[in-house]
């Protein structure tokens, strides 16, 4: 079950970046963050992105 991660992954960006955010399931196994219809992060043969990836990633998509 993602959503523990994915709901913290969420947190962090409204309390980083004051950015909402919709957490919704995907397929089994997936793990994506989307910044409207752009990939920016994702889960992988290395396993999860890291927190900090995931807002850096955020933050990024939303100043390009």
Same mark, same amino acid.
């Given at each position: 079950n993602y959503l523990p991660r994915a709901a913290r992954a969420a947190a962090l960006i409204k309390e980083?970046?004051?950015l909402d955010t919709t957490v919704a399931e995907g397929n089994r196994g997936e793990f994506t963050v989307w910044v409207g219809d752009r990939l920016? !992060?994702?889960k992988d043969e290395n396993g999860f992105p890291t927190d900090a990836a995931i807002v850096e990633a955020v933050r !990024? !998509?939303?100043q390009a």
């Open positions: 980083q970046l004051q920016v !992060a994702r !990024a !998509a939303t």
